[in-house]
Structure formats: C-alpha cells, structure tokens
C-alpha cells in the first residue's frame, strides 16, 4: 500500500522561511513526479510546485520567487524550501505522487504564517 507523509509544518512568521518534507513509501519502482499542492481555509486546492523524476520543475506564479521545490524521486522524497513566507501562504499544504496508473495523496500538514 502507498503512503505519503508530510512533516515540517508549524507557525513561522511572515518573512520567515520553512522546509516541508514529503517521503513515499510501499511503491514498487518509483514514482513519475512528486509535488505540492495546498488549501486555504473557505478555498479550492491548488497547485504550488513539481519536481519531475527528469528533474524539471514547476510553480505557480504566486510562489516562484520565494519556493523551492527539491527532492530525490528514485528515493520518493521530496521538499519545499519557503523563503520570505506571507501570511497568504497559510494552507494546508499536501504532498502528491503520480504514477502511470493514479496519484496518490498524503494527508495534509498544516502552514500558519503569522503577520
């Protein structure tokens, strides 16, 4: 069975910086990209980064300037670097792997950035 596990999660105060970490576990062969995506209280899920088992990477707009997204997917890991959090960033912030066949979801860590 495939689990994902988030952790690094908290407080941290606007401008601050933060690492979350993301480890997949029970898969056999490795996964084909690994991200985060996040949900603002009273807002839709969204996207925030990728990291391809290529090693291309991809943001959202809002975030490229201050994440970085990095990680070893033959290891099924992967983490994201805040620098410069805004209180705008509070979320809970999931991990996600997709394979060929579906993705697979962790349960969620949650970002409070205070102002």
């Known amino acids: 069975q495939v689990q994902l596990v988030e952790s690094g999660g908290g407080l941290v105060q606007a401008g601050g910086t933060l690492r979350l970490s993301c480890t997949g576990s029970g898969l056999t062969g490795t996964f084909n990209a690994m991200g985060w995506y996040r949900q603002a209280p009273g807002k839709q899920r969204e996207f925030v980064a990728t990291l391809s088992s290529a090693g291309g990477t991809n943001y959202h707009d809002s975030v490229k300037s201050r994440f970085t997204i990095s990680g070893d997917i033959d290891k099924n890991t992967v983490y994201l670097d805040f620098d410069r959090a805004e209180p705008e960033d509070t979320a809970i912030y999931y991990c996600?792997?997709?394979?060929?066949?579906?993705?697979?979801w962790g349960p969620g860590t949650q970002v409070t950035v205070s102002s």
């Open positions: 996600k792997a997709d394979t060929w066949v579906r993705d697979y």
